[in-house]
């Protein structure tokens, strides 16, 4: 069974309405600001769901998600949005990927002596446990959704912390208590800017070299191997490949399916390219491009 997706004109003018995970301050506020201007409006969105849903009620004609930490790995809730049979269905797909240095930031509305909680986004909290432990070992650290939230949530209760961006200090009325956390060298996180479709002839003539797809395969033996082949034969250098279940998309739980995310460095230009998603057509039971898009550092 070929793909299901279907490539729609852009639906959308200016003004530009973007939606982005987290509270204002944010990565995703921040690079979001940076690349799409201060003339656009934005929207804070508590989960990358949300972010999509935005988009599916009109409410928003851009979207700005995080999708992979250079420590902690992918970002399932992001994942799951973006193979939702909403997104697939939707004129929308990944038009960038942007790669951001972090540099996390305690930020506090009391002296360090007297922090008792620490909020963050697990990510933030797995990758300074040592500093944690040594600095404030009897603080209580509670995970939250983003890390903003996080800011938000320490702003409000006194003796508190937060691990986030020093850029939400003054947006939360809160004070950078220690700065420089992270090694933004080491520390990235990549974003992917959700926005209209290209067109077929888009795609004929795309720069881009990026691309992301998902399937699903015959629950039998060999049928990965099958499709990974096709990848190879035509050249294809696969830089990720996830799964997910299929009951994260369907609703209906089975223990056998799954959804497969695989990103490749193609010319989608190149007639191999059309040739590639033929035969991989062929070899499973279905197929969904997700994005061709570029990928570049972007400091915010």
Same mark, same amino acid.
């Given at each position: 069974m070929g793909s299901r997706f279907t490539l729609h004109a852009s639906r959308f003018t200016h003004p530009i309405r973007v939606a982005y995970f987290g509270r204002e301050g944010s990565y995703s506020h921040q690079v979001a600001l940076h690349e799409l201007g201060r003339d656009a409006s934005y929207k804070a969105c508590p989960t990358s769901q949300q972010v999509v849903d935005a988009l599916l009620d009109g409410s928003a004609n851009r979207g700005v998600v995080p999708i992979e930490n250079s420590i902690s790995g992918m970002i399932p809730e992001s994942i799951d949005a973006i193979v939702s049979r909403g997104f697939i269905s939707s004129g929308y797909r990944i038009r960038e990927q942007w790669h951001v240095p972090i540099e996390l930031s305690l930020l506090g509305n009391s002296p360090m002596s007297r922090i008792r909680t620490v909020y963050s986004h697990p990510f933030p909290l797995a990758y300074l446990k040592k500093w944690l432990d040594q600095r404030l070992p009897r603080a209580e650290r509670i995970e939250t959704v983003s890390t903003t939230e996080g800011?938000? +949530? =320490?702003?409000?209760? #006194?003796?508190?912390?937060?691990?986030?961006?020093?850029?939400?200090?003054?947006?939360?009325?809160?004070? /950078?208590?220690?700065?420089?956390?992270?090694?933004?060298?080491?520390?990235?996180?990549?974003?992917?800017?959700?926005?209209?479709?290209?067109?077929?002839?888009?795609?004929?003539?795309?720069?881009?070299?990026?691309?992301?797809?998902?399937?699903?395969?015959?629950?039998?033996?060999?049928?990965?191997?099958?499709?990974?082949?096709?990848?190879?034969?035509?050249?294809?250098?696969?830089?990720?490949?996830?799964?997910?279940?299929?009951?994260?998309?369907?609703?209906?739980?089975?223990?056998?399916?799954?959804?497969?995310?695989?990103?490749?460095?193609?010319?989608?230009?190149?007639?191999?390219?059309?040739?590639? +998603? =033929?035969?991989?057509? #062929?070899?499973?039971?279905?197929?969904?491009?997700?994005?061709?898009?570029?990928?570049?550092?972007?400091? /915010?």
């Open positions: 800011a938000y +949530l =320490a702003s409000r209760r #006194r003796g508190s912390a937060a691990i986030a961006s020093a850029k939400a200090a003054p947006i939360y009325r809160l004070k /950078v208590l220690k700065s420089r956390l992270s090694d933004p060298k080491k520390y990235q996180t990549r974003f992917y800017l959700l926005a209209p479709g290209d067109s077929k002839s888009e795609i004929r003539n795309q720069k881009s070299n990026q691309v992301a797809l998902c399937f699903s395969l015959p629950n039998r033996p060999g049928t990965l191997v099958g499709a990974l082949e096709v990848f190879a034969r035509y050249r294809l250098n696969m830089t990720r490949i996830i799964s997910r279940p299929l009951a994260k998309r369907t609703g209906i739980f089975n223990t056998d399916e799954y959804l497969f995310w695989v990103d490749l460095e193609s010319d989608p230009s190149h007639p191999r390219f059309a040739k590639m +998603l =033929a035969g991989l057509g #062929r070899k499973t039971k279905h197929y969904d491009i997700l994005g061709i898009y570029r990928t570049r550092v972007v400091r /915010v």
